[in-house]
């Protein structure tokens, strides 16, 4: 065997190994999720509530809490750099078999992505996300059928308690959930608990911090209802997508 041939070889394995290692780790959180009432214990923690734990049990906890730290930046990151790999097939792959996201038949993600907690997203048929957008799974997020995310939203589950004395999240965080054939547009965020129901529209620019009303049009910051929306919607996406983005 040549030696290009073996440091391939070698390249592959490890390659292999990685994804081995997060598949194993993402099946460990889910198995303590579901043993969990809430799941927040199973949640990423924050830089402010690692400082907390730090402090808590022995050694050998603590040394176990900073590998498990050390693991949960390292999926992070891998999550990242899927994003801006060039293949929409393989980035489902992944995204499926290796960080257990539930990605509906046709649904399309484009490039730059960041998720977080995959394994507690759910994504309907048909819906495409835009490119670089941010979708914060730790405390569950679902988005349904036909949806349509444009360039660089943002939803959040997760957020910091600015009055907490250790800058925790504490009860501030809560599921967000997108209804079928809502339309979330450019830049828009969307914060923790709120539910934006089916055919709803949220502007560009718009930030959300309530509730949204079904076929209903939001702007502004927050956002305020601005207009409503036909009901009688009855397109479904197919699935193409442009290559290599």
Partial sequence: MSVLAFILCVAISLYVLNYLIIGLYVRFRIHKLRKSESGRKNLENTPSESVVLHNRGGVF??????LLGIIDGWVMFRVKRLGYFPSHIYRDF??????????????????GFEIRSPWRVHIGEGTIIGDNAILDGRMGLEIGRNVNFSTGVSIWTLEHDLND????????????????????STRTIVLPRVQIG??????????VTKDCDEYTVYGGIPARKIGVRNRNLQYQFDGKYVPFW
């Fill in 61 to 66: 906890i603590r040394i176990c809490r900073w």
């Fill in 94 to 111: 992944i995204l499926r078999h290796v960080y257990m996201m539930d990605l509906g038949k046709n649904a399309i993600i484009y490039h």
């Fill in 165 to 184: 004395p250790f800058f925790a999240c504490n009860e501030k965080g809560g599921t967000v959930r997108i209804g079928d054939r809502a339309w979330v």
């Fill in 198 to 207: 089916e055919g709803s529209v949220i502007a560009a620019g718009a930030v």
